[in-house]
């Protein structure tokens, strides 16, 4: 049953990711995906890779998204939020259905390390009506 659970997870994934315009600007690595205690819960990590210029489209998430800026930086635009420039080694999260986007606005990649904590049975990602 638990490798049924984390199919569907990756699946799921997949599809979300493939939803909010996997622009060339932008590579996703999937790192892991681990069932948790919590009851319907799972933690997804990835790698996500955005090249210089390139936008993350706005999107929400049906749990909770916290990243690492691992080198580069980037600026996350969370609806309701002051703007914020990440830099390499500081941290940040998104809460659960918050509208959120990011950009690389510097010449350099910016790579994350991002972990979403989030229901088992939903895409991991859902574009954003504008």
Request: aromatic share 4%; net charge neutral.
């Amino acid at each position: 049953m638990k490798i049924k659970s984390v199919f569907f997870s990756i699946v799921s994934l997949l599809i979300a990711t493939s939803a909010i315009a996997q622009a060339p600007e932008i590579k996703r690595t999937p790192v892991q995906t681990v069932q948790l205690s919590t009851p319907g819960q799972v933690a997804i990590q990835m790698i996500v890779e955005v090249a210089p210029g390139g936008t993350i489209p706005r999107h929400t998430h049906p749990g909770e998204e916290i990243g690492y800026m691992m080198s580069g930086e980037l600026t996350l635009e969370v609806d309701g939020q002051t703007a914020k420039v990440v830099k390499t080694g500081e941290a940040f999260s998104v809460p659960q259905g918050s509208i959120h986007g990011g950009k690389n606005a510097s010449a350099a990649a910016a790579t994350l390390l991002v972990t979403y904590v989030v229901d088992k049975d939903k895409p991991v990602a859902t574009p954003a009506k504008n």
